[in-house]
């Protein structure tokens, strides 16, 4: 079993930055991969960035040059650095971390992040 812990999220004006951790814990070491994903109000789940074992990363293309995700090999924490917030960036993130044996996912409980104009 793995828990996440996502933190960080809050409100902020449009411009300006926040860094979203998530901390993991239990049987990380037989993750593959962590992601976020985000949630707006009355929409689907979506990728936001993903980081693969090695350092790996991708983007959704609305996020590209904004935001960063970075971990540590061990993957005890994964940060998403976002900057240049903007409206459309309001929804609840979630951490999500994948392991390929047995084909194993796992959420955290979602932190709320609200941009205003």
């Known amino acids: 079993q793995v828990q996440l812990v996502e933190s960080g999220g809050g409100l902020v004006q449009a411009g300006g930055s926040l860094r979203l951790s998530c901390a993991a814990s239990?049987?990380?070491?037989?993750?593959?991969?962590m992601a976020w994903y985000r949630q707006a109000p009355g929409k689907q789940r979506d990728l936001v960035a993903v980081i693969a074992k090695g350092g790996s990363t991708n983007y959704a293309d609305s996020v590209k040059g904004r935001f960063t995700i970075s971990g540590d090999n061990a993957w005890n924490t994964v940060y998403l650095q976002m900057n240049s917030l903007k409206p459309e960036d309001t929804a609840v993130y979630y951490c999500?971390?994948?392991?390929?044996?047995?084909?194993?996912?796992?959420w955290g409980q979602g932190t709320q992040v609200t941009v205003s104009p």
């Open positions: 239990g049987d990380i070491f037989r993750i593959n991969s």
């Open positions: 999500f971390a994948f392991r390929i044996v047995g084909s194993r996912a796992y």
